[in-house]
């Protein structure tokens, strides 16, 4: 085999010419399938002659459907490019406006710009409303071309001039607009929160997949629902864009379209400068095991590429890198004539008879609505597999000179008076002379066909979009008999508040109002959290049921899969977990069904590896249960320190609307579970939960009297010292797992050193703030009627204070100004390390021992307690004073 010998140029395009007609022929005599079969069949003959064939998953950079593969367009397209024209100024107008009233206001032109023709498509003959058959369209929409949609809801009558007016000025009396799309803020329009970048998509995946859940449990019609998502492609590089898409394949979700329009930028720059990004998705999406559709080029090419019967313009559209695409798309007629179609004397003579204008308005795909019905048609009607549609814009099209397909384009916003006018006059908005310098918004006459034309196509769609509706009813809360049993301890029995938790859960799941609603979410962790037993009782979800044999089949709780299977078994996903919960959690309002999420996962990996997806969550007004598992700094005993957690209850902080609960006992999980659902499923708070969970076995009290209440305000107390001659008064305050550790500090100061001891249960320091900063708020407001935070009720004037937990002494630091007298506290600030649970604890300096040793010295420090005292006690308990801080080891 020579592999060095040249052909000559003359043959090789015979060649070519003689191979191409065969497959002509072939095709036009017996179809794409026989072509396939052909192809396949060369392919393994090259390979078994040693032919080294380059993988690729990429078709040609030309458009998936080919013009004569094109379904009509239903629609007006004239009425069509009104209407569009329209909403491209008002949201242009709205941008400028707000920043030229309030420099710095920010807002964006460009993304909108680029995706206004496949918005309205969409918006025009496919996005089913929330009145359509089933409920409608699920449709994630991109957050940076929310001027679009404010613009378009304008027009439909949803949105006034005053809002527009005040878009990112959500505080004026005459009301405002979002930034971005924010339910939490616009709780009847916007129903995702698709910012941060890359949240949108993977929400999406899972939200496809839990509308087959519902449907394959018998709760919810969801076969006609399709799931949208819009995204861009400088998007894709998030981790959460792309992560999950082999799940969606995986599990067939044909209900799913992902939308990214490729207009080639990032904030920064070309996403791909020496690349084709388009290329690069198509790869990563067909091996995945999408179905992908591209469409790069307006029907202006058509002709050309039918012309191209040696496939050099093919050619050519596939080797022009995207930083040159981006150039191409701002340069005159000339420069495009001369630098693309240039490369080649064929390819020149192929647009000899086009102007230079003409060749400056060849549109990219994306801008053209017969290209974009096409695959959107193909993507709904596809079976089988979930659709990606790749779309060729020009970011800020239309925007003129300073703003398209620019690098800034990105940050622009505003423009001059020059580039409104160009604006009005290639967009035909009928704005005088005289006021466009003021960009004033535009309202089509009720009474014009284009009004008339846009309100009939979305009634005959089922009703405008984007829009939240809660239309509910709401769950009654289980009766007080499920949760009796954790009030009275558990007789000496030896368990962990992660048993405790799945015995009330695996109770709730019984009961025949609230068992068939919950959806346990699992990443992967189920027999650590001692939830095999929920396996065969419930069944693992999967869509095609169990097509294999378990190898612990034998086994009373092996593994099953089942078609109607109540647990998500994420594998390991926390982000896909976290999903998950999001589609669950917001059910309500989606699908007009409670649906009760308790996503239960390692605490380490919960609000620190997913906390962008938790503020999605509740900026969404999701409801449920996030439940951290093993948590807690010492009591994961031998992990380290990439397990164990002493600060994901100070990140719950930063969540306005999330209820945290550190329980230490069995009867404390209950009365916080029922508490929660409650709130959540019959008062319909907008409010969820996090509550941690700990492996460690111990004897489980019984509820020390009426303490509910204590416990749901975020402490009480748990008991009392017996008096002591010695007036010493010490007030322990513990939490989750060292509450133990504090009882037994409790014991050491009263019978070694004379000190009464209370005990106080800490189920919530988050609770306890934001109640005592509510009624700081209240007096700061209306002096003369001051009231007390309950957290300076609780604890008696006298005695020393010492608060300790598995978490962070910022914890116990955030209540100490309400106090009544100086707070001590002691955490778990520092890294993990990898050791048994005594150990882990002296490390700490949260153990007994270090707990009675500072309330002694908190006596000392308040002049009630000899220096001798205290270091003859110092030795007495074995406090090594030359230890290092476990802050800095």
Known sequence: MNSDKLIPKEIEELENEEWLYSLDYVLQQWGPERVVDLLRQLQIRAHKAGVDLPFTANTPYINTINRAQQPPYPGNREIERIIKSVIRWNAMAMVVKANRNSHGIGGHLASYASAATLLEVGFNHFFKGKDAEQGGDIVFFQGHIAPGLYSRAFLEGRITEDQLHNFRRELNPKGGLSSYPHAWLMPNFWEFSTVSMGLGPIMAIYQARFNRYLEDRGLKETSKKKVWAFLGDGETDEPETLGAITLASREHLDNLIFVINCNLQRLDGPVRGNGKIVQELESAFKGAGWNVIKV????????????????????????????????????????????????????????????DEQIRKMKRGGHDPEKVYAAYQEAVNHKGQPTVILTSTIKG???????????????????????????????????????????????????????????????????????????????????EEIFAEFYTGSEGRELSTTMAFVRLLSKLLKDKEIGKLIVPIIPDEARTFGMEALFRQLGIYSHVGQLYEP??????????????????????????????????????????????????????????????????????????????????????????????????????????????????????????????????????????????????????????????????KGMYRFSKGKDKASGLKANLLGSGTILNEVIKAAEILEEKYGVSSDVYSVTSYKELRREAL????????????????????????????????????????????????????????????????????????????????????????EGKYSLSDLNKAMKGLNIDQKKINPMHA
């Open 397 to 479: 099209y239309g925007l003129g000179e300073s703003g398209e397909g620019k690098n800034i384009t990105h940050q622009q916003k505003k423009l001059n008076e020059d580039e409104l006018r160009e604006f009005r006059v290639r967009y035909g908005i009928p704005v005088s002379e005289e006021e466009v310098a003021n960009a004033p918004f535009y309202k089509l006459p009720e009474n014009s066909h284009e009004m008339q034309y846009l309100k009939k196509r979305r009634e005959e769609l089922g009703g405008f979009l984007p829009e939240r509706r809660v239309e509910v009813r709401p769950i009654k809360t289980p009766p």
């Open 296 to 355: 790069l080029w307006g029907s202006e090419w058509d002709e050309l590429l039918e012309k191209d019967k040696k496939g050099k313009l093919v050619k050519r559209m596939g080797e022009v890198v995207d930083g040159q695409s981006q150039k191409f798309s701002i340069a005159p007629g000339d420069y495009v004539r001369n630098e693309f179609f240039g490369a080649d004397p064929e390819l020149l003579e192929m647009v000899s008879h086009l102007t």
């Open 774 to 861: 509510d009624v700081e708020r209240h007096n700061l407001l209306n002096p003369g009627k001051e009231q007390t935070p309950y957290v300076s009720t609780v604890i008696d004037n006298d005695g020393v204070i010492v608060a300790a937990s598995d978490y962070v002494k910022t914890l116990p630091d955030s209540i100490a100004k309400w106090l009544p007298n100086r707070l001590y506290a002691l955490g778990t600030d520092g890294f993990g390390r990898s050791e048994a649970r005594e150990e882990l604890r002296d490390f700490f300096e949260v153990d007994a021992k270090h707990i009675a040793f500072a309330a002694l010295h908190a006596l000392y420090k």
């Open 551 to 712: 190898v612990d089949k034998e086994l009373l709780l092996y593994y099953k899969e089942a078609k109607d299977g109540q647990i998500l078994e994420e594998g390991i996903t926390e982000a896909g977990s976290m999903s998950s919960f999001i589609s669950a959690g917001t059910a309500y309002a989606t699908h007009g069904i409670n649906m009760m999420p308790f996503f239960i996962y390692y605490s380490m990996f919960g609000l620190q590896r997913v906390g962008d997806l938790v503020w999605a969550a509740a900026d969404m007004l999701a409801k449920g249960f996030m439940v951290g598992g093993t948590a807690g700094r010492t009591t994961l005993a031998g992990e380290g320190l990439q397990h164990q957690d002493g600060h994901s209850h100070l990140l719950a902080y930063s969540v306005p609307n999330m209820i945290a609960y550190d329980p230490a006992f069995a009867y404390e999980i209950a009365v916080i579970v029922r508490d929660g659902i409650r709130r959540m499923y019959e008062e319909q708070e907008n409010v969820f939960y996090y509550i941690t969970i700990m492996n460690e076995n111990y004897a489980m009290p019984a509820m020390p009297g009426d303490v509910k209440d204590g416990i749901l």
